[in-house]
């Protein structure tokens, strides 16, 4: 009886390799599994669907995990504010970790023997499906051909042509991941240090001069409306949100930061929505939460996205941060009124009954309510003293100041 093996399956050129190669040469029933996050239109996954019966599938299987990705990460990621680096919305690398998860599960589910991915060992994502595999599938063999093999793209086509299989391979300047939380560019520009991206190379060209206001309405930190239309479908907020961003091309940068496996890697992305969202939302924050609510929360977000981004999504510490993640966020309520403009935005205002500005105790600059003028100077005398007991003690340095 033939082994199965479950091929998280894109249908780019390494896993439509590892689909033919081992139901050809190794006589596996091969199961093909395309783990959705958002990333592939009905076209894309009619087309792997076809295509994975072409190669040699005994199975295909489209596993759609686009909402478990939001409420299991991406709502997290938008309650920390995560920009990693201070850059980066982590967009696509976070979708690996549930596309394997979700790999995992079918091939527990159908009982497979083995499991295979066809990933490189040059980058990020050979770390993040071993990892998951090897938690929640530890009885499974884990096949990797391209890495193993230290494959060449030549000849991986050069097998699937042999074979009868032709397919538009081409290496082509820029490779593009895209996924409901944004798209990285890798190659061309990106190679050189020195270089940025110029504006052929992202998939969303700026199509809107001028500006106008867009509205971003939170419940609990979760984005419920968009120019005041309501939406219970968080994908479809946040595809509201990257229908009028992406049309300015809002949301591009290159990212520079240090891999998994510890060399440096830079890669461009283009991110409307995310870089909408979280500015809307960390405005919101600086208005409803407390002074040290919004620094231990960025705290812990910082850990949540460094450990997201390196495949340590299944540590248990993550569930910790997360509930308190989620704790944070329940005064974090209202519409902010952002103003786009081609290739940026900023911050108008905010609408919420959480308002922390308004208070009957003052008001900024203007005049007290809660204290009064001797109030104030004996609340200054007191914060100065520890200054006062050392300069007092050091008249040396003071004579410098």
């Not at 944004?182 to 050189?192: A, K, P, V, Y």
């Not at 949301?251 to 929505?273: L, N, S």
Request: hydrophobic share 35%; proline share 2%; glycine share 10%.
């Amino acid at each position: 009886m033939s082994k199965k093996v479950v091929v998280a399956f894109s249908g780019g050129l390494d896993t439509s390799y590892t689909v033919m190669y081992l139901a050809k040469e190794k006589g596996y029933e091969v199961y093909a599994a395309c783990a959705n996050t958002g990333g592939f239109s009905p076209e894309q996954l009619k087309a792997n669907e076809e295509n994975a019966y072409k190669l040699g599938a005994k199975q295909y299987v489209t596993l759609d995990v686009t909402k478990e990705y939001y409420e299991k990460s991406l709502k997290y990621m938008i309650f920390g504010n995560v920009l990693r680096n201070g850059t980066y919305p982590i967009s696509v690398s976070s979708e690996r970790i549930f596309q394997g998860m979700a790999v995992a599960r079918y091939a527990k589910q159908i009982g497979a023997d083995a499991i295979a991915h066809g990933s490189t060992g040059a980058g990020n994502d050979q770390v993040r499906f071993d990892m998951t595999f090897l938690v929640m599938c530890p009885e499974m063999e884990i096949i990797t051909l391209t890495r193993d093999g230290n494959l060449s793209r030549k000849e991986e086509v050069d097998y699937l042509n042999r074979n009868g299989y032709f397919a538009d391979f081409t290496k082509l300047k820029y490779s593009y991941n895209v996924g409901i939380w944004g798209t990285s560019i890798c190659g061309g520009e990106i190679l050189d240090s020195a270089k940025g991206l110029p504006e052929s190379a992202y998939l969303k060209q700026v199509k809107k001069e001028g500006s106008e206001l867009l509205r971003i309405e939170f419940e609990k930190g979760e984005i419920v409306g968009v120019n005041d239309r309501k939406y219970s479908d968080k994908i479809a907020a946040i595809q509201a949100v990257e229908a009028v961003g992406a049309a300015y091309g809002i949301g591009r940068d290159c990212h520079v930061g240090d891999t998994i496996i510890g060399i440096k890697g830079r890669v461009g992305f283009e991110a409307a929505a995310p870089m909408l969202i979280i500015g809307a939302h960390k405005y919101l924050e600086k208005f409803t939460l407390s002074k040290w609510q919004q620094y231990w929360k960025d705290q812990v977000a910082n850990w949540y996205g460094m450990f997201l981004h390196e495949s340590q999504y299944l540590e248990p510490v993550m569930r910790d941060i997360e509930a308190m993640l989620n704790e944070s966020q329940r005064n974090v309520n209202g519409t902010v009124t952002l103003e786009v403009r081609p290739l940026s935005f900023s911050t108008v205002g905010v609408e919420s009954k959480d308002d922390l500005v308004k208070t009957k105790l003052g008001e900024y600059g203007e005049t007290q309510k809660g204290w009064s003028a001797e109030d104030a100077k004996g609340f200054i005398k007191v914060l100065s003293t520890p200054l006062r007991v050392y300069y007092g003690n050091h008249d040396n340095e003071s004579e410098k100041l």
